[in-house]
C-alpha cells in the first residue's frame, strides 16, 4: 500500500469517526429536547397564558376596580379515576383584582386508596393570562384513601390590565376547569352500580371484574 493511499484510508477514518460522532450528539441532544419539551411547554404557557393556562403569583392585587366579573367552576375526572369532584359552589362574583378562596371537594369512592393528579384551563383562553392563582392543587400528586373526602382550596384574582384587553371588554364570565387524571402507572378502578343489591367492580376497559 503506497503512503498516498494510506493517507486517503486515515482522511477517511477521521472523515467517518467524525460523521459518527455528530450523529450520536444529534440523538442525543434529541433525546434532551424530549425531555426538555414538557417543562419548556408549560413554563412557555405559563408565561404567555397560552391554551387557557392561568398565572401563578406569589402576592395578592394590591387594585381592586369598581368592575365585576363572573368566575364558574368546572369539575372533570378522566381515565377511570374513581373519584366524586366537583366545585363547592359554581360559580362566584368578584370585582376584577379582588382575592378570593374558593373550594373543590374531591371523595374517592372505591375501597382501596387511589391517586390523582389535575391539570387546569381556562375559558375564554386570552383570559388565561389575566387569572392569578395564588394558591391551587394543579399538578400535585393526590393520595386518598378509601371513602376519604378532600378539601381543595383555590386562591384567586382577575388582573385588573385585562380591562385593558379589546378582545375581552365583552367578556362578563370566566371558566376555570380542572380535569383529575390517574396518576401514571395506575390501571384504576371505577365502581359500578349495583346489580341486584351487589356492587360490582369494572375495570378501566368497561368489563365486570369479581
Known amino acids: 500500500m503506497t503512503d498516498d493511499t494510506k493517507a486517503v484510508d486515515l482522511k477517511k477514518q477521521s472523515s467517518n469517526r467524525m460523521v459518527a460522532g455528530m450523529c450520536v450528539a444529534f440523538v442525543g441532544g434529541m433525546v434532551g429536547m424530549a425531555y426538555a419539551a414538557v417543562p419548556l411547554y408549560a413554563m412557555f404557557c405559563q408565561i404567555t397564558g397560552y391554551g387557557g393556562t392561568t398565572q401563578r403569583v406569589e402576592q395578592y392585587s394590591d387594585k381592586i376596580l369598581d368592575r365585576e366579573i363572573t368566575v364558574r367552576f368546572d369539575a372533570n375526572v378522566s381515565g377511570g379515576l374513581p373519584w ?4 363547592v359552589a359554581r360559580d362566584v362574583q368578584i370585582k376584577i383584582g379582588e382575592t378570593k378562596q374558593i373550594h373543590y371537594t374531591a371523595k374517592n369512592v ?10 387546569f384551563n381556562v375559558t ?18 393526590t393520595t386518598l384513601k378509601p371513602g376519604e373526602t378532600l378539601d381543595m382550596p383555590v386562591v384567586f384574582f382577575v388582573d385588573p390590565e385585562i380591562v385593558n384587553v379589546p378582545e375581552m371588554k365583552d367578556v362578563k364570565t370566566i371558566t376555570l376547569s380542572y380535569t383529575f387524571f390517574p396518576i401514571a402507572g395506575e390501571k384504576p378502578v371505577a365502581v359500578a352500580p349495583k346489580v341486584d343489591g351487589e356492587a360490582k367492580n369494572v375495570n378501566s376497559d368497561g368489563k365486570a371484574g369479581g
Do not use: L, S
Open 84 to 87: 366524586d369532584f366537583q366545585p
Open 110 to 119: 372505591f375501597d382501596t386508596p387511589t391517586q390523582g393528579r389535575a391539570t
Open 124 to 141: 375564554p383562553e386570552i383570559a388565561g393570562a389575566y387569572f392569578n392563582k395564588v394558591e391551587c392543587f394543579c399538578f400535585t400528586d
